[in-house]
């Protein structure tokens, strides 16, 4: 019986193929909806073309369904929901919560890579200009349901945020937190790497007047030079072949008790027992990976 109440997504960037790292994230993110008897969905987003691998996003899609985490309903594709950011833009700036923004990169390094505000009362216009959010109610810390109270850098959450960048490209921050809103995310499960920009997302929840979801941020892979496997430090890609070890592998890594009858499992036997067994309380707050593993078999 799905519990509608539930809904959590994975959300991945068609940048490059799906490796270990971004496997522990999927995983983590579908066990903890199927364990809730929730709703898991799948969004591409897909708002950055300079970044993005022709063909990516469908081999994303295919490897998700090789590692049997198979989704609920349609895909989201972000590239199709550019009226709703600008909707979102438009009322932000008719409530006065935004503004146009004209300064250089190299300005903002100078004063130390985090934005003073420079801006807000100059009433530029939108020509050769980001459009920032006004934080007039900074976020400085949130729950986290694995890792408890996490406390902001205060100069970071008092900042004003791009939305909208000076290219045209709407920002991760807007359109992530306009999709989850608009897909009823309860709660996401994700990556470690991405807690700084919690405070922000919540930050915009409470400028649109929407109730954030929770949040889960599992332990990063790293790679034997203790880096996070990554598109960008070329992590390879997750194996073709059965996907079984490796799925035991990232099941292990998150900190589910082994068992031996894991190996004689059928794929999908073996996801519906994680889900059975899936302890929220045994995954780990930080964690590596098998160096030899993910170098050789993912």
């Known amino acids: 019986m799905t519990n509608a109440h539930y809904i959590g997504r994975f959300a991945p960037s068609p940048s490059g193929e799906l490796h270990f790292g971004s496997l522990i994230a999927a995983l983590g993110s579908y066990l903890r909806a199927r364990s809730q008897h929730g709703i898991w969905r799948v969004r591409i987003e897909d708002i950055d073309p300079p970044r993005e691998v022709p063909g990516a996003a469908e081999t994303i899609l295919r490897q998700l369904e090789h590692y049997g985490l198979h989704w609920d309903g349609d895909i989201l594709w972000q590239s199709q929901r550019h009226d709703a950011y600008r909707d979102s833009l438009a009322w932000l700036r008719q409530q006065n919560l935004s503004y146009y923004c004209t300064c250089p990169r190299a300005r903002i390094q100078r004063i130390g890579g985090v934005y003073d505000g420079h801006c807000r009362t100059l009433q530029h216009g939108p020509e050769n200009a980001a459009v920032r959010i006004k934080q007039f109610s900074p976020v400085m810390q949130f729950h986290d349901v694995l890792r408890g109270d996490i406390q902001a850098d205060p100069l970071l ?4 945020f791009i939305i909208h960048r000076r290219d045209g490209l709407f920002a991760y921050n807007l359109a992530v937190v306009v999709d989850d809103h608009f897909q009823g995310v309860t ?26 979801p929770d949040y889960i941020h599992l332990p990063l892979a790293l790679n034997e030079q203790g880096a996070k496997l990554s598109k960008q430090n070329h992590a390879p890609a997750l194996p073709e072949g059965d996907p079984r070890p490796v799925l035991i592998a990232a099941l292990r890594f998150l900190g589910q008790n082994a068992t031996a009858q894991w190996q004689d499992m059928h794929t999908d036997e073996l996801l519906q027992y994680a889900v059975d067994n899936w302890t929220l309380t045994t995954v780990p707050e930080s964690a590596s990976v098998n160096p030899a593993f993910s170098n050789a078999s993912c």
């Open 187 to 212: 709660e996401i499960v994700r990556g470690a790497d991405l807690i700084e920009p919690t405070v922000r997302q919540i930050s915009l929840y409470q400028q649109f007047g929407w109730r954030a």
């Open 157 to 160: 959450a008092r900042e004003d």
